[in-house]
């Protein structure tokens, strides 16, 4: 499981700038520029790199574009166990980038983070999940509770090492089938059971993220349920020709749609009610005219 994501863009005065990061954690100021350094040491630059600093290892995805005649470039980085591969999470940081670089000045841009780094890591989890694998990283953990004398703590441990994983690995599966049926409270469920299970045996981080992606998936009905009937206000509001008001429903429905982190229709129901704006503003004007049009 990685420990982090950081996302950062270049400024040409101040240098590599965290614009994002999930979760909050604490890490070497040298280490963005490093890491930008290592890309960019030569040409053409280096896409993707494997790195290892200090205890950590590293998977980094370099992206650079135009805008506004600007060339923007962005660092999408993974901060990564020892034991861990950076390879095999090259195409996770190329999920990453497709799903935030387009993003990168958006206000909500750090709930937008947490929200897909929890989708994508977990998705990453439940398709390559090793029972076996965290089997055995509980036993070493039970041993060197056993080391350091704490042998009540490595006893209830160990004797967990073999019936938790699979049930942890049949219940992301399950939640992954309910969430591809759109089956979000049900989704929900198994994902709190999977955070259940990361807790006894103490991989509280994980179970952290696991119960608040259970969280924010009870919210969805609701969420989608609300978007809806706003839609609909707004579609009357249309056909009473009230336009002020047909503001307030779009723009409460973008509002809605960046809760559900469902940016294609934050932008049709913000350029709707943007839209509208400009019309009753382009109409305000030209009745503001009139009087002196009027007198000539």
Same mark, same amino acid.
């Not at 604490?26 to 350094?37: A, N, Q, R």
């Not at 749609?257 to 229709?265: A, G, H, N, W």
């Not at 129901?269 to 049009?293: D, G, H, M, N, W």
């Given at each position: ?20 990061? +999930? ?127 704490e042998i009540q703590k490595a006893q209830a441990l160990i004797s967990k090492s073999k019936s938790v994983p699979p049930r942890i690995a049949e219940n992301l599966q399950l939640a992954e089938t309910a969430l591809t049926e ?7 469920? +198994? ?18 993220? +696991? ?28 056909? #009473? ?30 350029? #709707?009610? #943007? ?22």
């Amino acid at each position: 499981m990685p420990r982090a994501l950081i996302i950062l863009d270049w400024d040409r005065i101040k240098g590599p700038v965290v614009k994002a990061k +999930y979760p909050e954690i604490e890490f070497d100021p040298d280490l963005p520029m490093k890491i930008f350094m290592a890309h960019t040491a030569q040409e053409p630059v280096e896409i993707l790199l494997s790195l290892q600093f200090k205890s950590m290892n590293i998977a980094s995805r370099f992206t650079q574009f135009q805008e506004k005649g600007t060339m923007r470039r962005i660092l999408f980085i993974l901060l990564l166990n020892p034991e861990e591969n950076p390879k095999e999470f090259f195409k996770i940081l190329s999920d990453f980038e497709q799903n935030l670089r387009l993003e990168i000045d958006a206000t909500y841009l750090p709930e937008l983070v947490k929200n897909i780094y929890i989708k994508k890591t977990s998705v990453q989890i439940s398709t390559s999940f090793n029972a076996e694998e965290l089997s055995n990283k509980i036993i070493n953990r039970s041993k060197q509770l056993l080391d350091s004398g704490e042998i009540q703590k490595a006893q209830a441990l160990i004797s967990k090492s073999k019936s938790v994983p699979p049930r942890i690995a049949e219940n992301l599966q399950l939640a992954e089938t309910a969430l591809t049926e759109k089956k979000y409270i049900i989704a929900a469920g +198994y994902y709190e059971t999977v955070s259940n299970l990361l807790f006894e045996i103490d991989e509280t981080t994980l179970m952290q993220q +696991y119960r608040d992606k259970a969280e924010k998936l009870k919210k969805i009905p609701n969420l989608q349920k609300e978007r809806k009937e706003f839609i609909e206000n707004a579609h009357k509001a249309l056909k #009473k020709v009230d336009f002020t008001e047909a503001i307030e429903w779009f723009t409460a429905a973008a509002k809605k749609s960046e809760e559900l982190e469902d940016p294609v229709k934050l932008l049709e129901y913000s350029t #709707k009610a #943007k839209a509208l704006v400009t019309f009753l503003e382009a109409e305000r004007e030209a009745k503001l005219k009139e009087p002196s049009q009027n007198s000539q």
